[in-house]
């Protein structure tokens, strides 16, 4: 027996997201969702014909405004501890992001208060993270470990990470980065030796991890030690993933694309070069304007991806140092920073975040079939993400056809 789930009706636009450089926008349009998937996109008329709205376990009159597809925010560092606002201070009186890394602040400040943060700690504050995430469209989002740098912490981030997925509407995507900074006092050698034979198989073992990542930059891990965490986490059953070329280009891009990697991830220094090597590879660059203009850096640039024949996604990076949970804050920088039309701008929020965490069951898509995570806008475009910026213009989330949020409502 079939559960007609949802109706949303009678909406301005839908946007569907149906394939990688195309945003198909309906006009006048519904959406109707069974078994908590898409059945139906189409004129408003003839999709409440075939399924009316009065059957709808929820419906939802649009009454002109946008429909789009829930944000999949493909890159976070969302579970953490302690607070570094007084580093973000420091930036703006001149101060670097490797200075402040130098005299202890930073990830490694982090780490201290991750590893000093129970578990129950760090579970509400990941929690308190994901309903901000929700409450601005989120329906999706990659959370790594990387703050405890040793094997116990994370192990105990990646299972409070599961623990999250579990007890909240957002779907958690895990990853492991034990290589993402290096421990006071660790040769780098030594540490990647420990990230090897050490955390892999103990992460391994407890089996929730799904992608290995590492920080592939001057004075953190170089190229080769970055090969040796990635291909020790793929023969452990981990699809790698690279931060790369956010500060140099030192080669993380190339790598990612050797290695067959789910994404490369920040780029701000990537050539045309290393855009077509993801291409050619199917590796999904995943572009984080919200770190440029935290760190007031020049943003990436992302029609040299999109030339390559490799469209980039956006996400937030949310992190102590690039503090925003807001998807849609990070579309309207893709626009006003990086100069994507807002249409480019929404399927790299969407569609092709999906794309960098190998989702290809339809998430982050609102095609036939596919997990029906939606959103309606209080704007009759989707051009008013960006568009009205600093505000979130969501005002109700749909979490496969199930009304999760309401923009006012407890």
Do not use: W
């Not at 794309?355 to 939606?374: F, I, Q, S, V």
């Amino acid at each position: 027996m079939t559960d007609l789930t949802a109706v949303v009706h009678d909406a301005g636009e839908v946007v569907t997201a149906s394939g990688p450089t195309d945003p198909d926008i309906h006009e006048d349009a519904a959406v109707a969702v069974v078994d908590g998937r898409v059945a139906a996109v189409g004129p408003t008329d003839a999709v409440t014909r075939e399924y009316p709205p009065a059957n709808a376990a929820t419906a939802i009159d649009a009454d002109g405004r946008a429909v789009v597809p829930g944000f999949v925010d493909s890159h976070t560092h969302a579970l953490f501890a302690g607070d570094r606002a007084d580093e973000f201070a420091a930036k703006l009186r001149g101060k670097t992001y490797q200075e402040i890394l130098a005299e202890g602040g930073g990830i490694l400040r982090t780490v201290r208060a991750v590893r000093d943060a129970s578990d129950e700690t760090l579970l509400d504050n990941l929690l308190g993270e994901l309903d901000v995430m929700l409450a601005h469209g989120t329906t999706t989002v990659e959370v790594k470990s990387g703050y405890g740098l040793d094997r116990e912490t994370e192990l105990r981030m990646l299972d409070v990470i599961a623990r999250a997925d579990d007890a909240h509407l957002v779907d958690v995507v895990p990853t492991f980065m034990g290589a993402h900074a290096v421990p006071d006092g660790r040769d780098v050698d030594d540490y990647v030796t420990a990230v090897v034979e050490e955390q892999l198989p103990a992460v391994a073992d407890q089996g929730i991890a799904e992608f290995c990542d590492v920080f592939c930059e001057e004075d953190v891990f170089t190229v080769e030690q970055s090969r040796r965490v990635l291909e020790a986490g793929r023969d452990h059953g981990l699809t790698p993933k690279v931060h790369a070329e956010e500060f140099t280009r030192l080669g993380g891009a190339q790598l990612a694309a050797d290695l067959g990697a789910a994404s490369a991830d920040h780029l701000l220094h990537a050539t045309d070069a290393d855009a077509a090597a993801l291409a050619d590879a199917a590796v999904t660059p995943v572009l984080l304007p919200g770190t440029a203009f935290s760190l007031g850096a020049d943003y990436a640039d992302p029609d040299v991806f999109a030339d390559a024949g490799a469209p980039p996604a956006i996400a937030t990076d949310c992190n102590p140092n690039c503090y925003s949970q807001s998807m849609g804050f990070a579309v309207a920088l893709g626009c006003s920073g990086m100069g994507m039309a807002p249409a480019e701008a929404m399927l790299a929020a969407t569609r092709r975040g999906a794309a960098a965490l190998n989702r290809d069951d339809g998430t982050g898509t609102l095609t036939e079939g596919a997990p029906a995570d939606l959103l309606v806008l209080d704007a009759p475009s989707h051009v008013h993400v960006p568009y009205n910026v600093g505000v979130n213009v969501v005002d109700a989330v749909l979490k496969r056809g199930s009304l999760v949020h309401r923009e006012g409502a407890a």
